[in-house]
């Protein structure tokens, strides 16, 4: 059954779909070697991983300083003190192996990493204030571990539609209902996630960089930027522009030299037959003369008033215009020249 052009866009929403060609595509290429190698840049594409024991030691590393760093932002933030948050989200932890581990997946990528947390603390926290509106919500009660239940899903769609799905943040969708301490930040805990997520994947770059590759791409890996000027476009689709406008160029320059085979093969064929007929024609010509030159000397005698313009001497007989006056000297060379070229003809 064909889907109308309403039901398609909804049936496979896709968010990347319309705002794709307004992203500008990677840029890192025209910032100084050091800064974008730390931002993941490589003139050469991606770069091969390291032995598996450098791996290792900067996971290792990477998550004891990723972590400490988001504790210390917690703890001693004159921004976030005040509002007494956690020393840690529980749900950061598992974003540290996803963003110091497992670094090429595409759950580990800036975009997933920062908005997946960030939509599922604020599908989280809305979830619970739903909830709160309950006289009956109490910590404990039924209603924190349906509220958190509810959330969670929430997150996951929310993730889903935007193409920022990062499992983690189911942890983060579930804290906003189950801990008692981040239900009372309220929609501040939205801000203390974006913070971690934010911190995490700082110390990802300087980390990762170090001896592998992070992030594999900003925002995705589709091609950027169509809509905007060519200088803007992903590095990907200004290549795929650029073969395709090849290969354009190279169908035109095909189909123009077929044409031009085609009316040189047409006027050589044209040039042959009018060669052929020529020949035809002086092939009928040469017996003609030969068939009236023959029953004009029958009796081997020297015809006048020729309608041909030049004088014919061959071994059937002689031929001379009309308009031609010969003396008997002349009649006598030719008329030796024909009696030679007929006893040539006799002895073959």
Known sequence: MAQSGFAQHVLHFNPDRYLNPFIPGNQLSRLPRPISHFLGYRPNGSSPEPVPILQWLSAFVATIAGLCAVAAAYTHSPGLDKYQPPVLIASLGATAVLDYNTIRSPLSQPRNAILGHTLSATMGVAVSKLFQLSPHFTAGSDLTWVSAAIGCGAASVVMSMTGTVHPPGGATAVLASSDAGIRALGWTYIAVVLVGALIMNVVALLFNNLFRQYPVYWWTSADLGSKLPVPLQSKALREARKMSKGNKDAEKASAEDEEIDESHGAKLEKK???????????????????????????????????????????????????????????????????????????SD
Do not use: C, M, W
Not at 294 to 323: T, W
């Open 272 to 346: 042959v037959s009018s060669t052929d007929s020529d020949r035809t024609l002086q092939r009928h010509l040469s017996k003609d003369d030969v068939s009236s030159t023959a029953s004009d000397q029958e009796d081997g005698r020297l015809k006048q008033g020729s309608s041909y313009p030049e004088i014919q001497v061959n071994a059937f007989g002689l031929s001379i215009p009309s308009h031609i006056t010969l003396s008997q000297e002349e009649e006598r060379v030719l008329k030796g020249l024909q009696a030679r070229l007929e006893n040539s003809q006799t």
